[in-house]
């Protein structure tokens, strides 16, 4: 799946089960759903993708020490550019190396 395939996506009406939890949170980030999203991370998914995640929703909520922490998980920088980049950059990053379930 490609980063515009995944943004056609976010027209559909339901979220795609098969869309990993990571891309299943940034799906429910993007319709506007923060505390779905964040249940799909908190509560549902471990990995680092998610934490990547996790940390992004934080940032975006603006608790800045919430994300740091969040970070340290991923094993990446904070990151510092724009919401939309870093939701961009989360997505490529997972599509590239995982396929839907």
């Known amino acids: 799946m490609r980063l515009d395939e995944l943004t056609q996506l976010i027209e559909q009406e339901r979220c795609p089960e098969s869309l990993p939890q990571a891309l299943q949170a940034l799906w429910y980030d993007k319709k506007g759903d923060w505390d779905k999203a ?49 939701w961009q950059q989360i997505a490529e990053d997972v599509l590239k190396r995982c396929k839907p379930r």
């Open 38 to 86: 964040h249940q799909i991370v908190q509560n549902d998914a471990s990995d680092a993708d998610s934490a990547w995640v996790h940390a992004y929703l934080h940032r975006k909520e603006g608790d800045n020490s919430n994300a740091r922490y969040w970070y340290r998980h991923t094993g990446r920088p904070e990151f510092k550019e724009d919401l939309n980049q870093e």
